[in-house]
């Protein structure tokens, strides 16, 4: 006799921080089918259908971050206040200063969720390191610090970070610059700028999507054609297979054992470490996007592409032309222009595109590790910069194929050398796995030995980087096959995709790894 337990129903639809909702789940799947019918029943009635998507969205970011959604809720309020003041002042004066409020109160929703720890644990360690400690020795406020911060490991603040705090927030200040500008005009709908903010497709990690694009498709009837529905389809399939069959799969058998202690590993293992965790990042990342913008597709919503085959790149300057494309493009519009660009002479230019990319580092997290991956990258687009400055290269004549294949692995390699920062728990860390890489390469019956162990992990590195590499045009013409499909096809596709994932699949389900951010 089956036997239903309430409580555990129930305990379904509060938040557990063990278990945060994600796409790539059982329990998604089966609340997404029941909202999709709701949402095809209000089809026809506008307002409902976009206070439904609101209050779905709310609960989704709820079950993501707990009670932390209020944080969404408040931003969407300040905001949407904020831009009517902008647009309503008549001084410039006052303009500007309704929108450095803005600017400080979404940022500082970042400084506090994101490097209150960091800012606190540098001044540990000045107050350590410094000469600064005899002279508090019976003052007041040494005898009141708590010992554990002063001399221990552990962070002073037990700061919780809501999931995609970093998506939303930009994406709602993204609003409130273009008001100022005069791009765009307010909402005069508070409910129609909180779909905006906290559409739950690309809520916790993008696309980032800019108010101009999304906002005339709100008040749009949905409609979901033929070509929409195969899209959609093939990009969650495609980005389900990305996260939790090829990226779930490399991490655990892999990525994070080398990664964990790189020291015990030979420099061929850290090696190829490295190369896992660069078609791990972008399976996982890309994958979330995937299926964020196939579902966003089944709502009648299109949102912009956010990566385009990246490795593929011939210079960093390409790699950030298609890497994820929505971020990269919100830092060189309300960040690198906003700073001079290159309108301000060379060495502007340079420092420009260094300020960038640091911020863009300290964008993804509160540490040394992230400053350094933004500084290489910064420093990167600077040389690239110089170099065809003094050589006149224009970007317009197409390389020779050998010129091309050449910068291309250079590119990667230089990119997959920037990932060992991102990924390391902390400099030590990636400072170990370059050594480890540079010094104890192990030749050989050693490397045979190694490819034999790992073969179902390497065999599934080769299979991420195939799919990556796959022309554009193959893709299409896959996408185009399972559009044009008889409906119970798609049905078989669909069913053999998720049995594929539960047969490889880890028994932890991993969050995504730009959750973090």
């Known amino acids: 006799m089956f036997d239903f337990d309430l409580d555990k129903f129930l305990h379904l639809f ?20 029941f909202f999709y019918a709701g949402y095809i029943l209000l089809q026809n009635r506008q307002r409902g259908r976009i206070i439904y998507v609101i209050l779905f969205s709310w609960f989704f970011y709820y079950k993501s971050s707990g009670i932390y959604f209020l944080v969404l809720v408040s931003s969407t309020v300040v905001d949407y206040t904020l831009s009517h003041l902008i647009n309503d002042s008549l001084k410039k004066s006052k303009r500007m200063f309704y929108l450095v409020l803005s600017l400080v ?17 540098i001044s ?21 610090l708590n010992p554990t911060y002063i001399t221990g490991p552990v962070k002073p603040f037990g700061i919780f970070l809501p999931v995609g705090v970093s998506f939303f927030t930009f994406q709602s200040l993204s609003y409130t610059l273009d008001v100022y500008k005069g791009s765009i005009k307010p909402l005069n709908s508070i409910i129609d700028y909180g779909f905006f903010v906290s559409f739950f497709p690309q809520l916790v990690a993008g696309p980032i999507v800019r108010a101009s694009d999304f906002l005339p498709q709100i008040h749009k009837k949905p409609f979901i054609s033929q070509e929409d529905l195969g899209k959609a389809l093939f990009l ?14 490399i991490s655990g058998n892999f990525v994070d054992r080398v990664f964990d202690n790189p020291m015990l590993y030979s420099g061929f293992e850290n090696l190829m470490a490295t190369y896992s965790y ?10 979330y996007s995937d299926m964020a913008i196939g579902i966003a597709l089944l709502l009648g919503f299109h949102l912009p592409m956010n990566f385009n085959a990246p490795y593929t790149s011939v210079s960093i300057t390409e790699f950030w032309r298609r890497w994820h494309i929505s971020l990269s493009s919100w830092l060189r519009d309300y960040l690198y222009i906003p700073l001079g660009g290159s309108r301000k002479g060379k060495m502007r230019t340079y420092i420009n595109l260094m300020l960038t990319m640091l911020l863009g580092g300290l964008w993804h997290g509160a540490s040394i590790k992230f400053i350094i991956w933004g500084g290489l990258h910064g420093a990167a687009l600077a040389v690239e910069k110089a170099f065809k400055t003094f050589f006149k290269i224009d970007d317009k004549i197409k390389p020779k194929t050998w010129i091309r294949i050449s910068t291309t692995i250079l590119t990667f390699h230089f990119v997959c050398f920037c990932w060992i920062f991102f990924r390391a ?3 030590e860390i990636a400072s170990q796995v370059i050594s480890q890489t540079t010094t104890i390469f192990h030749a050989g019956t050693d490397i045979m030995k190694i490819i034999i162990g790992y073969q179902d992990v390497f065999l599934m590195i080769l299979i991420g980087y195939i799919t990556h590499f796959i ?32 047969q490889i699949m880890s028994a932890d389900v991993k969050p995504f790894i730009y959750f973090q951010f």
Request: net charge positive; hydrophobic share 50%; aromatic share 16%.
């Open 14 to 33: 509060v938040y557990d921080k063990r278990s945060p909702i994600l796409f790539n789940t059982g329990f998604f799947l089966i609340l997404f089918l």
């Open 105 to 121: 109160l979404n940022l500082g929703i970042l400084a506090y969720f994101k490097y209150t720890n960091f800012l606190m644990d």
């Open 124 to 144: 540990r360690d000045l107050f350590l390191n410094t000469n600064l400690l005899p002279y508090f020795n019976s003052s007041y406020i040494l005898n009141n």
């Open 236 to 249: 969650i399939i495609a980005g389900l297979i990305k996260k939790a069959v090829i990226s779930d799969y």
């Open 278 to 287: 660069a078609i791990q990042i972008y399976c996982d990342f890309s994958g």
């Open 425 to 427: 728990r902390n400099f």
């Open 471 to 502: 022309p554009r045009t193959i893709k299409q013409s896959a996408q185009h096959v399972l559009t044009i499909s008889h409906p119970i096809l798609k049905a078989i596709v669909l069913t053999l995709a998720i049995y594929l994932v539960i």
